[in-house]
């Protein structure tokens, strides 16, 4: 057993030193992009092929933007007009109606890096005339600056993530060493589900974008660290009972094996169900997450365990368990709670049902039928401040067109039928193969609600005229909205069956992971019922990207089962003995501490995810992060062993366990 952990420790330490410097690549190869992840079928996405006919018509447009109260002078205009050489771009377009701002277009290539070419715009605003107002923004400018604020993906979650952690465990354990083990693990496993995306990523076998790079960090680091707090649990449990390091070992990774295997699929499984979906940035989710909880699950049962092996109760100073020691997880809080169960089952179970009920009734007031892409930033960033300049002094769509394709002999009607409410000016602007490109320039902003239904205006009037198509930057974000709200129909219920076969097979029961699943289903509609009330009245957020309920239903209900298996594996193997009230009370009080620890780890690393100034990812963090509590502390604490107990026997059928 020595050897075989001595030679598990020197492998890891080798892959580990192999694999993690890739935990800061993942940048290089990741797309924040939007019209890169729609699907072929998308009207914009064939617009954006259909395009490729018209020479330089799919270039990115970066907006320069000028602004000075009082009138701009001669100098200024000479400024701005300098700022588009080296690049193909339009003449300098004055404001209509006052002379107070101006505005450069210019075409950026997009086999080149986008963030570089802003970077060289933004940079000559520091020759600007003294008191002219100087600001890049456009869709190039978004994708920018979407690229700058991931940038702090790679050190900032880390850091932050390591920290709770190694303070969490620090507190749980009173051990200074036992921490940087756990830690250690992790990293391991951050190291080599980063190199394994990559590798993949690079090889577009599957898409990567900033959004997904964050989520992986901080799943690995929070699953991690659950596998492992289970594993170290058993582990202490066991060296009350036995002298020997290795028989404690090799006894607690049996005993932990079935529920963290049995949980780490459930999850591969459930963010798996995303490759059903159409959009490609939820679909490249998917494997990403399931690469990270692979590689969390792999660390956690081989090198955690050898490593465990070779230090022994010298992991836990100076609060080593000492042989014999009674086990203080049947007394205390837990033994408290299951106590107070045995005694009043089923008016706890009524109880939390109640409650949990009062906050799924605040589900409908959740807005996610979409926000501005402007509003994806928490802070203040130049793209959006160059659109709220853009916005005073011109149409809003001004440098982001509708784009309109059509077959090149009913150009005269496509400019007719597409003059409708919300758009500023329609003009054809080339033609090629038999075909039309017609620009619509919108009145509103080119991410907002209004230009949204403004293209949705100009479909319903085009369509059917020479297979006319509309694209272009307001498409795309439509077109996101569409797919994103079907794909939440369609995942939701898969995610349900695949959790309840697992479950099934797992349990051995086919009651008991209906009552499991629909405790978890509450969970998550009272959390998004207060995340509502959260976002809506507390910080005041202007609504949620459609995909948020999505993502924050199958972390949940995968993350949320993972505590349920944990505390229901051990209740059936207490139940085999005792039975299943003196089961599940004794599986209560048993896991009752490492669980509830789990949980505020997972919550608190999820929670880091809001130190990125992306609305996404802030409203993920709080999803994440108050759901898992409210199943830690409430669901599988109270709900799920008072039900139960409640039942009974008749919780495990059709099997005869009882």
Not at 179 to 202: E, I, Q
Not at 243 to 271: F, K, N
Not at 623 to 637: H, K, Q
Request: one cysteine or more; hydrophobic letters at 50%; a neutral charge.
């Amino acid at each position: 057993m020595r050897v075989l952990a001595g030679i598990l420790l020197v492998v890891w330490l080798a892959l580990g030193g192999f694999t993690g410097p890739y935990a800061g690549k993942l940048s290089e190869v990741a797309e924040n992009d939007s019209s890169a992840f729609l699907p072929n079928s998308a009207e914009s996405t064939q617009v954006a092929e259909l395009q490729k006919k018209f020479q330089r018509a799919n270039a990115i447009p970066a907006i320069v933007v000028v602004e000075r109260s009082g009138g701009l002078t001669d100098e200024d205009r000479k400024y701005l007009a300098d700022r588009g050489r080296g690049f193909q771009a339009s003449p300098v377009i004055p404001a209509p109606g006052d002379n107070e701002a101006a505005q450069l277009v210019v075409l950026l290539d997009p086999a080149k890096e986008v963030r570089d070419s802003v970077l060289q715009l933004r940079d000559g605003a520091r020759g600007a005339p003294p008191g002219l107002k100087v600001l890049v923004t456009g869709p190039a400018a978004q994708i920018a600056d979407l690229v700058e604020a991931f940038g702090g993906i790679d050190g900032l979650l880390l850091v932050v993530a390591g920290a709770v952690v190694a303070l969490i465990l620090l507190v749980v354990y009173r051990s200074p060493l036992l921490p940087v083990v756990v830690l250690v693990s992790a990293v391991f496993a951050l190291g080599l589900a980063s190199f394994v995306v990559h590798l993949l990523a690079k090889n577009d076998v599957l898409a990567l974008n900033g959004q997904s790079q964050g989520i992986l960090s901080i799943l690995v680091f929070g699953a991690a660290t659950d596998y492992a707090l289970l594993l170290v649990s058993r582990f202490r449990e066991e060296l009350r009972d036995t002298q020997d390091r290795y028989t404690a070992i090799r006894t607690a990774w049996r005993g932990t094996i079935e529920p963290i295997a049995a949980s780490a699929g459930t999850v591969i499984l459930g963010v798996l169900c995303l490759l059903f979906s159409d959009l490609d940035s939820n679909k490249g989710l998917g494997p990403v997450a399931a690469i990270g909880i692979g590689a969390a699950l792999l660390t956690t049962m081989t090198f955690l365990p050898a490593t465990l092996a070779l230090l022994g109760r010298v992991a836990f100073w100076p609060f080593a368990p000492k042989l014999g020691s009674p086990h203080p997880e049947t007394t205390g809080l837990w033994g408290r709670t299951a106590d107070l169960v045995r005694r009043r089952p089923r008016a706890i179970w009524i109880v939390t049902t109640l409650v949990l009920l009062v906050g799924a009734a605040f589900l409908p007031q959740l807005k996610a039928s979409g926000t501005a892409q402007s509003d994806v930033f928490l802070t203040e960033v130049e793209s959006v401040a160059g659109q709220e300049v853009l916005s005073r002094h011109f149409p809003g769509g001004t440098g982001s067109p509708t784009v309109i394709v059509a077959a090149e002999g009913k150009t005269a009607e496509v400019l007719e039928k597409s003059k409708v409410d919300g758009v500023a000016d329609v003009r054809p602007t080339g033609t090629a193969d038999g075909l039309v490109r017609v620009e619509a320039t919108l009145k509103d902003a080119p991410d907002s609600d209004a230009a949204v239904a403004t293209v949705e205006r100009i479909r319903a009037a085009v369509h059917g005229i020479g297979d006319a198509k509309v694209g272009g930057q307001t498409a795309t974000l439509l077109d996101t909205r569409t797919t994103s709200e079907h794909d939440r129909l369609l995942i939701i219920p898969i995610v349900l069956v695949v959790i309840f076969l697992v479950l099934a097979l797992l349990l051995r029961s086919l009651l008991a992971p209906v009552l499991l699943i629909a405790t978890v289903v509450l969970s998550f509609a009272a959390t998004m019922g207060v995340s509502a009330l959260v976002f809506n009245h507390v910080f005041d957020f202007p609504g949620s990207d459609p995909v948020v309920p999505l993502f924050g239903f199958v972390f949940l209900v995968a993350l949320g089962i993972d505590y349920n298996i944990f505390l229901m594996t051990r209740v059936r193997e207490e139940t085999q003995r005792l039975g299943t009230v003196e089961g599940t009370l004794r599986g209560l009080s048993l896991t009752g501490g490492v669980i509830t620890s789990a949980g505020v780890v997972l919550a608190a690393t999820f929670a880091a995810l809001a130190v990125l100034p992306i609305l996404f990812l802030t409203q993920i963090a709080f999803i994440v992060a108050f759901g898992v509590l409210l199943d830690t502390l409430l669901v599988r604490s109270l709900l799920v062993p008072a039900l139960s107990v409640d039942i009974g026997g008749r919780i495990w059928w059709p099997s005869k366990l009882r």
